[in-house]
């Protein structure tokens, strides 16, 4: 097993590529503290892999408390931690025209302040242990501009360059610090980029004009995501950090 007896932390966890990062942790050997804003979820997520090896944290990381509380928490439930995967994030605004200003705030503070908030709180537990490896999700968003969500787009530039950044800031404890970025995919938070209006053949449009951009045709699925971060926070990957791992189906080959 890959993860045998590492402790890790999942934000974001009770659906899509989440939770299929939670069942393949868990499946390798690891025990998951779980970080969600939805509770059901979580409970549902906890009485399918067992509590022995599943807490469910609840929270908002929107907020500063959310973000650093629930990874405190979830570091109090495991008695350490060796990986984070900084999963949460949000679509946002769809212009900048008319900018709503509390939704910008709140897509910036899950997409970015999060995941810095997160890493700072988890990085002295991981040099206490020797190391660990720690994943942020950006997107391909983050790597190529995005007409359908500047705002997005923007945070996950910013997260792609907070992994770089802290990939050599903590190279020296043995922290390795890396990033996925998915294309479009087959999760339910789709419907927030490709449908914001409600209108279903507007949402249908949008999708088809970005598969018409991937070479490989189709969405991508939570699973491959998961399983490439599954790879990144493994020895696998030991020589590998501040990489930027497109899972696009060929989308930035172009």
Known sequence: MRLNGKLAIVTAA???MGRAGVERFVREGARVAAIDISADALD???????ADRVTGIVADLSTPAGATGSIDEAVAALGGADILWAHAGMPGPASVENL????YDK??????????????????????????AIVFTASVSGLVGSMMSPIYSAAKWGVVG?????????AGDKIRVNVVCPGLADTPMKIGFTGRSGDPAEAAANEAKLMANVPMGRLVQAGEVADAVLWMVSDEASFVTGVALPVDGGFTAR
Do not use: E
């Not at 549902?44 to 067992?50: S, T």
């Open 107 to 132: 897509a910036i503070a899950l997409n970015v302040t999060a995941a810095a908030l997160g890493a700072g709180q988890v990085a002295p537990h991981m040099r206490q242990r020797g190391g660990g």
């Open 44 to 50: 549902a997520l906890v009485a399918d892999f067992g």
């Open 100 to 103: 709503d200003m509390a939704a």
């Open 162 to 170: 907070l992994t770089k950044s802290l990939a050599l800031a903590l």
């Open 14 to 16: 009770a659906s899509g």
